[in-house]
């Protein structure tokens, strides 16, 4: 009896740490790794925005990791790559852990062997579905496109409800309001990679539509809030952030939601000043309370509903989450389709 006792318990156990490919980290390796973080004592955090946007992350780890300070500081993400592969040739690195604003642009230092990879599910419970090319992204959430409206000029039963709607006459001449970048435009890319003469045809037509220029997502979700135009296609997170401040845009329920996910890395050793405040930092970072700290700034998965407040909006819409570019193919293949983006709508190529 107390042998099959003993097997259940067993049992049961390995269930719990191996459903949905899950397993349970180490407490051991968790603190043998603050030991050593500890030593360093610091920790460089290249964050997206402002830094001040950042705190209470920030200061999430710090209670949790006493010992360790974290100095977060803003930069573009995209150029991140070119500043990684230059500091990588001096040995000598200015970011132990940064956030890229889409996977895609990581390309660039996948492709060199510049990230680190590391054994995650010693120190960390996340979903290997989180965990990219050979564990040196790690997603940390979404920030799909999405179209927005406002209520106070577009009546529900008048909205759009897919792309080919946009091409009504009525929304013809300034009254949908777009970033001039290609990238914005990720909702087609789906499509286009099943039919790319189909959806580059598609945004010819889109084009004459005399769509209203944004040089950047908040213009556009400005020009929709204050009346300028009456739909605009905006970062989600855009919208519970400016929901606070008492904007009272809603979404259109066109999808799907689109996005190369923004996602935690770390350089590779050779340089990098603080290496095991950075894997205790990403290790850390999608944790429950990490996660609870995130969504608290607006930001946060869009999936499960119950993620985020943008996985609420999305599921409220009836709007489905796609994740794009998982493997370096589809990169190239994201790359290929912004371009021809650009070059349909008339922007410049990036």
């Known amino acids: 009896m107390i042998k099959k006792t003993v097997f259940i318990i067993i049992y049961l156990s390995v269930v719990l740490f191996s459903i949905n490919g899950f397993t349970a980290p180490s407490e051991r390796a968790i603190q043998d790794l603050y030991q050593d973080a500890k030593k360093e004592g610091k920790l460089l955090w290249q964050v997206l925005g402002s830094a001040s946007n950042w705190k209470v992350v920030v200061d999430a780890f710090e209670a949790k990791y006493p010992g360790i300070k974290v100095t977060a500081f803003s930069a573009v993400s995209s150029r991140m790559p070119a500043r990684i592969i230059t500091e990588a040739a001096a040995r000598k690195l200015s970011v132990d852990v940064g956030i890229c604003s889409g996977v895609d642009e990581m390309l660039p230092l996948l492709e060199r062997d510049l990230l680190d990879s590391y054994d995650w ?34 009546l529900k039963k008048d909205l759009p409800r897919s792309w080919e709607e946009l091409l009504d006459p009525k929304w013809k001449g300034n009254k949908l309001s777009v970033r ?8 087609l890319f789906p499509a286009w990679q099943k039919n790319p003469q189909k959806v580059i045809h598609y945004l010819e037509q889109l084009r004459k539509q005399d769509i209203m220029p944004a040089p950047s997502g908040v213009v556009a979700f400005s020009r929709v ?7 605009g296609l905006v970062r989600s997170t855009l919208v519970p952030i400016f929901k606070k401040r008492g904007t009272s845009l809603q979404l259109c329920p066109i999808g799907p939601a689109v996005a190369s996910p923004f996602a935690l890395y770390t350089p590779k050793t050779k340089g990098i000043q ?12 999608t944790t429950k309370e990490a996660m609870e700290a995130l969504v608290s700034t607006g930001r946060g998965f869009a999936t499960p509903c119950d993620a985020s407040p943008v996985a609420q909006l999305l599921c409220e819409n009836g709007i489905e989450l796609i994740r794009i570019c998982k493997t370096i193919e589809e990169i190239k293949q994201f790359r290929e389709f912004i371009n021809e ?9 990036n």
């Not at 001039?180 to 990720?186: H, I, K, R, S, V």
């Not at 603080?274 to 970072?285: Q, T």
């Open 225 to 231: 809030a204050s009346g300028e135009t009456p739909i």
């Open 274 to 285: 603080h290496p095991n405040a950075a894997k205790l930092f990403i290790g850390w970072a």
């Open 121 to 154: 599910a010693k120190i960390s419970d996340l979903n290997p579905e989180d965990i990219l090319f050979d564990n040196r992204l790690i997603l940390y959430h979404d920030n799909p496109m999405i179209w927005v409206y406002n209520p106070k000029l577009v």
């Open 180 to 187: 001039t970048n290609g990238n914005n435009l990720a909702g």
């Open 341 to 349: 983006a650009d070059r349909a709508m008339g922007w410049s190529i």
